[in-house]
T-cell receptor, first 111, second 112 residues
Framework: GQQVMQIPQYQHVQEGEDFTTYCNSSTTLSNIQWYKQRPGGHPVFLIQLVKSGEVKKQKRLTFQFGEAKKNSSLHITATQTTDVGTYFCAGRRSGYSTLTFGKGTMLLVSP | DSGVTQTPKHLITATGQRVTLRCSPRSGDLSVYWYQQSLDQGLQFLIQYYNGEERAKGNILERFSAQQFPDLHSELNLSSLELGDSALYFC???????????FGEGSWLTVV
């Protein structure tokens, strides 16, 4: 079945440093979504990427979808303590209704 | 607030018992999804319903079952519970089965 891998599993940065998490799918995706889960909370949708090579920005967050539509990345510039949480990518294959989630990258930001 | 309501928020039960988790999707959403989240397995997809019908099945154990009712709320039934079933169970909903999904706050199940 489809597998979605995320690396790293965990990253601890100092406030102001950049952060990147990478997502790789074993199959070509029709789209990929990113979610953020704060400690003790539930996953919250951040963004969806659909097109090959697509890049989207949300303030300090930059999301990319690979040319082959099998990988994606989330980059946070100048992290803040409010960025703390676990970031999940979730991929959907063409013709399938379900999202397959990666195991997430837990980000800890020290002030 | 995502608009997805889950009850109970916390539940402690003994091994061998059976529990029912309930979910009310966002108003107008036809799809309901159930996910299990544990520390070592991340978010595991269990099952999806669309407008009352089972649409997709994931890593759901035979001891678990679910259904979606005509009013679109859903229930996840967990039986013959084992210690390893302790986890956070999320319900999520979407307008259609290819849209963004919105998660409820989850039901914490502890099996002792």
């Amino acid at each position: 079945g489809q597998q979605v891998m995320q690396i790293p599993q965990y990253q601890h940065v100092q406030e102001g440093e950049d952060f990147t998490t990478y997502c790789n799918s074993s199959t070509t995706l029709s789209n990929i979504q990113w979610y953020k889960q704060r400690p003790g909370g539930h996953p919250v949708f951040l963004i969806q990427l659909v097109k090959s090579g697509e890049v989207k920005k949300q303030k300090r967050l930059t999301f990319q979808f690979g040319e082959a539509k099998k990988n994606s990345s989330l980059h946070i510039t100048a992290t803040q303590t409010t960025d703390v949480g676990t970031y999940f990518c979730a991929g959907r294959r063409s013709g399938y209704s379900t999202l397959t989630f990666g195991k997430g990258t837990m980000l800890l930001v020290s002030p | 607030d995502s608009g997805v309501t889950q009850t109970p928020k916390h539940l402690i039960t003994a091994t061998g018992q059976r529990v029912t988790l309930r979910c009310s999707p966002r108003s107008g959403d036809l799809s309901v999804y159930w996910y299990q989240q544990s520390l070592d397995q991340g978010l595991q997809f269990l099952i999806q319903y669309y407008n009352g019908e089972e649409r997709a099945k994931g890593n759901i154990l035979e001891r678990f079952s679910a259904q979606q009712f005509p009013d679109l709320h859903s229930e996840l039934n967990l039986s013959s519970l084992e210690l390893g079933d302790s986890a956070l169970y999320f319900c999520a909903s979407s307008a259609h089965d290819v849209n963004t999904i919105y998660f409820g706050e989850g039901s914490w199940l502890t099996v002792v």
